[in-house]
């Protein structure tokens, strides 16, 4: 293969190991990581043949991940998909090898079917008249290879006898996306956050249910534990050894000294204590599974709906999208110009009984206050989180879960909005003295911690410095949020510059749209 395909390759498996959420994600990110590396040592020439190859290596080292594999789940569909790929590779093993669509189709048609079957495979699946999700996404990617590969697009199918219910659910999924990602003025890219990764949701049917799977068990563990960590290889087989005496749903994936581990139990700190001895663990996420239960996480009636509402403000049109993709309302008019009475408008006009105001504006959070207590007056439960920019409101809501109670949403938030740092970069609009030095209108300004830290150089150049001060003080996720008038190469330079000093550090970025500042900067 090229070295720039290859490089390529390298790079999207590492992306998926690092961005891999839940049980069915670990998963996943095996299943690109396998078959990057059989991509690249097999036969171009032979592109079906390499294909068949790719999905079977990829099915083997998803099952090989897996501490104790379970069907009815995305592991299955992986297995039917290249066992489908294989025999077509078979019965037309010359024309298949060189012809890679009908190896495809095969095995996405393979895909459907064992997705349709799922149900038959877990009782959890059956119950819920659902689908495993896991296995539905990767068929999903198959269907998409599909067209990619032949320019033919598969037919929507109902692959599963509940699924008249749920007719609408994909249409009504896709066309959120779509108007999220139109909003945010993107489609989807490498270094763009796809928007529900701000709810950290589980998949609902239209009646506002979860849709458990594999993750999910009412008998099972009371926590999922995940987190990357650094360590030797020859390391990995103890660990796993002892997280599967600690749980269930163990996936462990990875390589070359960077793994990602995922696992199901009820003693969080000997799963995170047996990382610790096996390496550095970092980013970890812990989900207590009662806060996810159905009965608790989607609402039932019109009186619950509303029980509790987030209100924020947003800077721009796609920071406006992103808020509420993630549930929170968003008044039209913003800083500067509400005013108490536009806030406690904002709260009453949420209809809910608990409200959470997150200013994002240091000036604006007083102002909220006082709207805060004139609605309490009249029996909403408010309580102002006082985030002083659109990063730290970012960080909140991606926090935020409606299993929890009131207190415990209010803690889990605020505290991801004061471990955020935060910074950004814009242009100065007269002369003046700052705590950086003196400035002269149209100068770059770079501000960190709401403090002015450089004058002077390219936007990009202010940018790459904001970044690299923010992380002084440790991070693992750098957030970009492009103004209306970033330059196209800011976001390139960060992320080159991040790629040759701190290669551990994921970026993402949003299209935020907000004027003044070409940029904001979020470290956490």
Avoid at 61 to 82: F, K, M, N, S, W
Avoid at 338 to 354: K, N, P
Avoid at 500 to 508: F, I, N
Wanted: charged residues 20%; glycine residues 10%.
């Amino acid at each position: 293969l090229p070295c720039s395909l290859a490089v390529a390759l390298t790079v999207f498996s590492r992306g998926a190991l690092l961005g891999a959420r839940g049980n069915s994600g670990v998963i996943l990110s095996q299943l690109v990581r396998a078959g990057a590396q059989q991509l690249m040592r097999g036969d171009p020439d032979q592109p079906g043949a390499l294909l068949a190859d790719t999905l079977s290596r990829a099915a083997d080292a998803a099952y090989e991940a897996v501490g104790e594999p379970v069907e009815g789940t995305i592991l299955t569909v992986a297995r039917a998909a290249a066992d489908a790929a294989q025999q077509a590779l078979a019965a037309f093993a010359a024309e298949s090898a060189m012809q890679p669509g009908g190896v495809v189709k095969a095995a996405a048609q393979a895909a459907r079917e064992a997705v349709a079957r799922t149900p038959d495979q877990l009782l959890v699946l059956k119950e819920a008249g659902v689908v495993d999700a896991g296995g539905r996404g990767l068929s999903i990617l198959l269907d998409a290879a599909v067209e990619a590969l032949t320019g033919q697009r598969l037919a929507p199918i109902v692959p599963f006898a509940a699924a008249a219910a749920n007719r609408h659910s994909a249409a009504a999924a896709a066309n959120r996306h779509s108007a999220a990602a139109a909003a945010n003025g993107h489609s989807a890219a490498p270094l763009v956050r796809n928007v529900t990764r701000l709810t950290d949701r589980e998949p609902a049917d239209p009646e506002g249910r979860l849709v458990p799977g594999a993750d999910l068990s009412a008998d099972g563990p009371g926590y999922e534990v995940m987190y990357l960590l650094d360590c030797d290889d020859a390391a990995v087989p103890q660990l796993r050894k002892e997280l599967g005496a600690l749980g269930d749903s163990l996936v462990v994936v990875g390589g070359e000294g960077l793994w990602n581990v995922h696992v199901h139990v009820d003693d969080v700190g000997a799963a995170v204590e047996a990382g610790i001895e096996a390496g550095r663990p970092y980013r970890l996420r812990v989900t207590h599974f009662a806060d996810r239960a159905p009965t608790r996480s989607r609402p039932t009636s019109s009186d619950e709906a509303v029980k509790r509402a987030v209100v924020t403000f947003a800077a721009g049109p796609g920071l406006t999208a992103l808020f509420r993709a993630a549930g929170a309302v968003v008044p039209g008019r913003q800083w500067p110009r509400c005013s108490t009475g536009e806030v406690l408008h904002a709260i009453r006009a949420a209809g809910a009984l608990e409200v959470i105001v997150l200013p994002n504006k240091a000036d604006g959070i007083p102002v909220a206050e006082a709207a805060g207590r004139l609605a309490r007056e009249h029996g909403v439960r408010v309580a102002v989180i006082p985030t002083r920019t659109q990063v730290q409101g970012l960080a909140a809501v991606a926090v935020r879960q409606p299993g929890r109670s009131f207190d415990e949403d209010i803690l889990a938030m605020s505290t991801a909005a004061s471990h955020t740092r935060h910074g950004g970069v814009t242009v100065a609009a007269r002369d003046a003295m700052t705590t950086a030095g003196p400035c002269h209108e149209g100068d770059t300004l770079g501000i960190v911690e709401a403090d002015f830290a450089l004058v002077g150089g390219t936007l990009a150049e202010a940018a790459v410095a904001v970044v690299e001060r923010l992380l002084t003080g440790g991070g693992e996720l750098v957030t970009l949020v492009t103004g209306a008038d970033c330059p196209d190469d800011l976001v390139s330079q960060v992320a080159e510059r991040l790629d040759q000093t701190r290669p551990d550090v994921e970026l993402v970025v949003h299209a935020g749209g907000q004027p003044r500042y070409p940029v904001l900067v979020g470290v956490e």
